[in-house]
């Protein structure tokens, strides 16, 4: 029953997170409240393993989750549930893009989709920002503060504002930050 649930949950999920997996955020933490299978701090853990490995957002997440609710058999499971709407989705739209491409009412679509998804992924920003503080913050400013490593802080924003003046591959500035880092922990 439990292959079934993760089947029927991840393919919802792969049919309504229009924008890419962090589209499917909002419907993670969903998950994480209706079910066992983990909590909303393994979302946050999620999103940092699955950012930092090769593959889309919500293919990580989801063989993640299947993982740990039903093994290796729940996660190929969930793994198919999400990728099996984009799947047929892309083949259909394939199929017929050219003859839709210049149509009025697709372009209008499309222009409406891009505000929503855009919404969707700074609330679950927000969300995540919050979860964070959360966990790390137990009430007081000063706490906060003084967990604040300063090295770190200023390595953001020298990336930061970097990454705003020179336009450079993002894996530039993530070898540059991993440099700078074990520099700095020798």
Partial sequence: MIYLTLFWEFLKIGLFTIGGGLAALPYLFDLAERYTWFT???????VAIAESTPGPIGVNASTFAGYQAAGVLGGIIATLGFALPGLIVS??????LAT????????ASFLGL?????????????????????????GELSTL?????I?????????FFAILKFKKHPIVYI????????????
Avoid at 91 to 96: G, L, N, P, R, S
Avoid at 123 to 129: N, Q, T
Avoid at 145 to 149: A, E, F
């Fill in 40 to 46: 909303s701090e393994q979302v946050v853990d999620m």
């Fill in 91 to 96: 083949i259909i739209v394939a199929k017929f």
């Fill in 100 to 107: 839709f491409h210049e149509n009025r009412f697709v372009k």
């Fill in 114 to 138: 891009r505000p929503a998804v855009t919404g969707l992924i700074f609330a679950v920003g927000i969300k995540l920002i919050m979860e964070v503080l959360l966990k790390e913050w137990s």
């Fill in 145 to 149: 503060i003084s967990s604040v490593d």
């Fill in 151 to 159: 090295k770190s802080a200023i390595l953001f924003v020298v990336s």
């Fill in 175 to 186: 070898g540059a930050a991993a440099a700078i880092g074990i520099i700095l922990k020798l």
